[in-house]
């Protein structure tokens, strides 16, 4: 087994999955900086989720999921 | 204490702290440094336990584990090719030689410890004696340390006495062209 150092790394979120983030949050009525100390993250990375440019850990999307009182399916949606 | 103050006061505390390491280290004082070093580690640890906010998350973490991999390979790669250089010239220099060896030494180093790091956070997440592991680790890395002060303490070298340069040890590279005073 190759070096971990030459084995060729993932990218870091190559398919970014779309998602209802900032719709629901609206629906809620609550800011980014309540959802991120909700999800337990910092603000910039709920701004990265609702602008689709990171994936979040599977603990993540439960987090945000539970914040914004939904499922991870409503939420977060995979396109190949 | 919120993220903004707790930056704006490790900000400062770098500065200081590279102030008070250099001007120690002009004036050949070792002790300062480490004392230096140790305190604002202390500091920061605390101080970082007084923030309520979140400091750092998954993101940080992903992109910093990318940042490393990057800033690795592109360390390698140009210690590599500056250490081919000062092979390639070293008869013009003798210390060149010394800076090459030293160069190949860190790359050794950092490939091994990447490596080793790499399989112990592997192992580590998978076991059931953490512990154990971590013990281990603690004591390879006392080992790793101790054997870098040896190959690096300069045991073989010059020593200025009397205004002359006598060895010390075998040193395999000629005496210092630079006046013994």
């Known amino acids: ?80 | 204490m919120t993220n903004k103050q707790f930056f704006a006061i490790r900000i400062a505390l770098i500065i200081i702290l590279s102030s008070v390491v250099s001007v120690a280290v002009n004036n050949k004082n070792y002790i300062i440094p480490i004392i230096a070093m140790a305190l604002a580690t202390l500091g920061l640890l605390f101080l970082k336990k007084k923030v309520k906010e979140v400091t750092e998350d998954e993101r940080d973490y992903a992109l910093a584990g990318h940042a490393a991999r990057w800033t690795i390979t592109a360390y390698c790669y140009t210690a590599v090719c500056a250490m081919f250089i000062l092979l390639g010239i070293k008869d013009t220099n003798p210390a060149y030689e010394i800076i090459a060896n030293t160069l190949s030494f860190s790359i050794f180093g950092i490939l091994i410890a990447y490596s080793i790091i790499f399989k112990f956070y592997q192992k580590i997440q998978l076991s059931k004696h953490k512990k154990w592991y971590i013990a281990i680790g603690a004591v390879l890395i006392v080992l790793f340390m101790l054997v870098s002060l040896r190959v690096l303490s300069g045991e073989d070298n010059w020593i200025c006495q009397n205004g002359q340069w006598v060895k010390h040890g075998q040193p395999d590279f000629p005496a210092p062209t630079a006046p013994c005073r």
Not at chain 1, 14 to 21: D, G, H, L, P
Not at chain 1, 29 to 42: F, K
Not at chain 1, 64 to 69: F, T, Y
């Open chain 1, 1 to 80: 087994m190759a070096s971990p150092i030459f084995q060729r790394q993932p990218r870091l979120a190559a398919n970014f999955m779309k998602n209802r983030i900032k719709e629901l949050r609206a629906k809620l009525n609550i800011t980014q900086e309540e959802l991120a100390n909700l999800a337990e993250v910092r603000r910039e990375t709920i701004v990265f989720l609702e602008q689709g440019k990171y994936n979040p850990s599977l603990n993540l999307a439960f987090k945000v999921a539970k914040a914004l009182k939904s499922n991870i399916e409503e939420i977060f949606e995979f396109e190949e």
